[in-house]
């Protein structure tokens, strides 16, 4: 309950649709479609320093050039792999973002830590978001779907007990879709 409240205040001044998600997929969710125009969270510094924040990273990472350089090519790399597939280029480019940084253990006061280190400070949250997309990889990699709606672009990890989930949001896209098919199903029915 403490972690939920945590990630609802970190979000409140987060303007996407949708956060909270894993890492990787909320890296994805810098980008969506909002009423008129597309939205890119990541179109500036200022943007980085609310994605970091919301993520739970702005202690762990600078909102800087190089930060927002090295993120947006991450989410470009995860898009690819979500959206077309594992691709010989898109895997090298995806490896080298590992390839910047390790997973170090220790034995702490409380038992095992892990401690992510990166080859540059600026890669940390992209090697994180890279990290955590192999391991929802690994996990179960049907359960990361992007939202059935066609407008939407936000990507989700279906955590129901069926796996059957569709939308991003039902109260959103969800509610959408029934009412086109209810608007449908009236204009037939006239």
């Given amino acids: ?53 919301s993520a739970g990273l702005d202690d762990r990472a600078v909102a800087d050039r190089a930060t927002l350089d090295a993120t947006v090519s991450t989410r470009e790399i995860l898009l690819a792999l979500v959206s077309q ?20 253990l220790r034995l702490g006061p409380g038992g095992s830590e892990e401690h992510p280190r990166t080859d540059d400070p600026a890669w940390l949250p992209s090697w994180l978001a890279a990290a955590d997309f192999l391991r929802l990889m690994t996990e179960a990699p049907g359960r990361i779907k992007v939202c059935a709606h066609p407008g939407c672009v936000l990507h989700f990890y279906d955590t129901t007990k069926s796996g059957t989930r569709r939308w991003c949001s039902m109260a959103v896209c969800g509610n959408r879709a029934k009412a086109a098919r209810h608007y449908e199903r009236a204009k037939s029915a006239r």
């Fill in 85 to 104: 597939g594992p691709s010989p280029e898109t895997v090298d480019e995806f490896n080298r973002v590992l390839e910047r940084g390790a997973l170090h």
């Fill in 1 to 53: 309950m403490q972690e939920e409240d945590e990630v609802r205040q970190r979000a409140a001044v987060d303007p996407r649709p949708l956060v909270g998600e894993p890492l990787c997929l909320d890296l994805l969710n810098t980008r969506w479609r909002g009423d008129r125009a597309p939205n890119d969270l990541l179109d500036s510094v200022e943007g980085l320093a609310v994605w970091l924040r």
